[in-house]
């Protein structure tokens, strides 16, 4: 079983800072990317930053010049620096593992942490 715990989430000015964290524990034989997604009330969930085994970054355009992702492969943690947070940046902020594999020849499936708020006030 994988598991990711997530933390960092809280509530800061407009303006301000926040670094979420977010580490996998586990059978992790290979993954394929580790992500950040976040809800607001009354909205889906969408992607906010990924980052591949291979280091590519990929980012939402409401993210760009002001959030940065990375990973430490070591600890199997991955990191989203936030700044210049803005009150639309409110959410709940979920970490993902995609496709993961446990052995080299079992399937292959997504984990998600159990979420960490943030709220940006104005």
């Known amino acids: 079983q994988v598991q990711l715990v997530e933390s960092g989430g809280g509530l800061v000015q407009a303006g301000g800072s926040l670094r979420l964290s977010c580490a996998a524990s586990g059978s992790i034989f290979s993954f394929n990317a580790m992500a950040w997604y976040r809800q607001a009330p009354g909205k889906q969930r969408e992607l906010v930053a990924a980052?591949?085994?291979?280091?590519?970054?990929q980012y939402a355009a409401s993210a760009k010049g002001r959030f940065t992702i990375s990973r430490d492969n070591a600890k199997n943690t991955v990191y989203l620096q936030m700044n210049s947070l803005k009150p639309e940046d409110t959410a709940v902020y979920y970490c993902?593992?995609?496709?993961?594999?446990?052995?080299?020849?079992?399937?292959?499936?997504?984990?998600w942490g159990q979420g960490t708020q943030v709220t940006v006030s104005s």
């Open positions: 980052i591949t085994g291979g280091g590519s970054m």
């Open positions: 993902n593992l995609d496709r993961v594999r446990t052995t080299l020849k079992s399937s292959e499936y997504s984990y």
